[in-house]
């Protein structure tokens, strides 16, 4: 069983825009944050594939993982995760296997199923509507001869991409893929950041279906959670309020940029309930109170590795926050 000292924790980078911010801002901070935490001793800094929204600046996944790549000398960089309907395999298996190639040794690639958008934006990409419910296994299994060991025969090929082996997640926020990464002998990472409410359910599935393959011989999974630390409780929930704004904007269908902390929330009870829904894995607090929280958490999931994403407005306050959080572990 892992303890707080033991347990392996990695970063997801959301690449927030934040108000009267820009991309290019939100660049520099990854890039920032990315070696600070690698300093730290954080085991793995993760990008996620989103299109279309206001507050978020990765749509270029691969891109940017390579850019924060290149600016960090030992961490591992990946996707948390890309969003595989949305692109051929081959593609995929050629960015990627070029990364890899790149920086050997150093790149995951995390997969989901969702489109990470909405209709409109899914129709842009020429994605069918029920791309991926049904045909995920198959485009996975695709995926994954590109990076393997070429077949006898095989008349197409990912070059780079054949014979790099990236190591392939599975990310999910129900039981469908989870299932399926136990089914497959894959790692699996709940996505407990914006839907928790499977979250045990999903790690139960994901653990009852595991088979061993050639890639792991026992389960291994990872949770992403919001985690917001400060010097005390009062100002880590002010800090908070940054990342419950994100969630009732985009409820209201309004712009997701980062907003500055506020002292008190305008919203209506069920918009709290939802907002709360979304981050109910969510650890904010002090120090005490976030190694308080951990420890109970880490006990009742049993996980292999934490993934925290920090929604905080101002940089050096998420900074302040990892900070704080590798120094749980001393």
């Known amino acids: 069983m892992s303890s707080l000292s033991t347990l392996p924790l990695s970063v997801l980078d959301l690449a927030p825009i934040r108000a009267g911010g820009s991309a290019a801002e939100t660049f520099r901070n990854s890039v920032h944050l990315a070696q600070e935490t690698e300093a730290l001793g954080f085991n793995r800094y993760w990008l996620a594939e989103h299109h279309n929204i206001s507050g978020i600046a990765s749509a270029a996944t691969s891109v940017l993982i390579g850019h924060i790549a290149q600016q960090t000398t030992h961490m591992r960089i990946g996707s948390g995760g890309i969003m595989l309907p949305n692109h051929p395999p081959l593609v995929i298996a050629e960015q990627f296997g070029t990364l890899a190639t790149l920086y050997p040794d150093r790149i995951d690639l995390g997969l989901g ?26 485009q996975l299994a695709e995926l994954q001869r590109y990076l393997g060991t070429p ?22 926020s129900s039981g469908y893929s989870a ?22 359910e999903a790690l139960d599935l ?19 959670i919001p985690m917001i630390v400060a010097e005390t409780d009062e100002r880590a929930q002010w800090l908070a309020t940054t990342q ?30 939802a907002v709360e829904r979304h981050l109910g894995a969510s650890i904010v607090g002090s120090p005490e109170t976030a190694r308080a929280q951990l420890k109970q958490l880490i006990e009742r999931t049993q996980i292999n590795e934490l993934m925290i994403n920090t929604d905080a407005f101002d940089m050096n306050d998420r900074l302040n926050s990892y900070r704080l959080l590798a120094k749980l572990r001393e």
């Open 151 to 172: 077949e006898p025969g095989q008349r197409v090929q990912a070059i780079p991409g054949q014979d790099t082996h990236v190591p392939v997640w599975l990310l999910g």
């Open 244 to 273: 419950q704004q994100k969630f009732l904007n985009l409820i209201r269908g309004q712009t997701t940029r980062l907003q500055p902390p506020v002292d008190t929330l305008d919203w209506l009870p069920h918009e709290r309930i």
């Open 179 to 200: 299932q399926l990464a136990g089914r497959l002998g894959l790692p699996f990472a709940f996505a407990g950041q914006f839907a928790p409410g499977y979250m045990y």
């Open 206 to 224: 994901y653990r009852t279906n595991f088979r061993p393959s050639h890639v792991l011989s026992a389960p291994y999974a990872m949770l992403g």
């Open 113 to 138: 199923r969702a489109p990470g958008s909405d209709g409109a934006t899914m129709h842009a990409m020429r994605r069918a509507p029920q791309a991926g419910v049904d045909d995920f296994p198959d």
